[in-house]
């Protein structure tokens, strides 16, 4: 914990150095989290590091780096030929800068947008997953076939719809999700529906 402080306490005594950070629900059930809890566990079970795994502290930024962004293509490519992946249906690669950057936002209006994008927020699903509620269905719509994700609430929550195409005003989701933070992008518009229809995301 004292090296992160230091890391942190470094990096922002750089001139022009700006630091967001940023509260997300646990990782439960997120492929890429679950794969790398995969490797420490089976690292722990490891009797000895052997010698043909040390990298010199030199070399290990960049081959992380470099792993970590073929594993990111890799499990989003993945994600877009298997299905089952709210982001890689509108974005056809992983993300390589923040959508928020130099804009005028507040950190709430950040943070709900990221929920959208990412499709990971305190909705049911994820209530149920951290047994916090006895089931995954939709509280809108009511529908027991229905799993309350963030892609069920904006695309096809019967109780929602009505709202959510005039939130969309004529664009669709696609696009809205592509231009996140651009000038007239409707997202904010998203928000204000869910927040006046009090959705909890
Ligand atoms: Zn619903």
């Avoid at 019967?158 to 999700?177: N, S």
Wanted: glycine content about 6%; aromatic content about 6%.
């Amino acid at each position: 914990m004292q090296h992160i402080v230091n890391h942190i306490e470094r990096f922002t005594s750089k001139p022009g150095a700006k630091l967001h950070l940023q509260w997300i629900p646990s990782h439960v059930g997120i492929l890429a989290n679950e794969l790398a809890d995969n490797c420490a566990k089976q690292a722990c079970n490891l009797p000895t590091i052997s010698e043909g795994t040390f990298i010199p502290s030199s070399e290990l930024k960049p081959t992380w780096a470099s792993t970590a962004s073929s594993t990111n293509l890799e499990i989003h490519r993945l994600r877009q030929s298997t299905g089952g992946s709210w982001t890689a249906s509108f974005q056809d690669t992983p993300c390589t800068s923040a959508w928020y950057l130099n804009k005028q936002l507040t950190r709430s209006e950040i943070t709900r947008t990221n929920r959208l994008l990412l499709g990971h927020g305190n909705n049911r699903l994820f209530q149920y997953r951290m047994r916090g509620a006895n089931c995954p269905h939709c509280r809108y719509c009511k529908d027991h076939n229905e799993v309350e994700t963030i892609e069920h609430i904006i695309t096809n929550c019967r109780q929602l719809r009505v709202a959510m195409m005039e939130a969309l005003g004529g664009c669709t989701i696609r696009e809205v999700m592509q231009g996140a933070g651009k000038p007239d992008n409707r997202l904010p518009h998203i928000l204000e529906c869910l927040e006046k229809e009090q959705v909890q995301f």
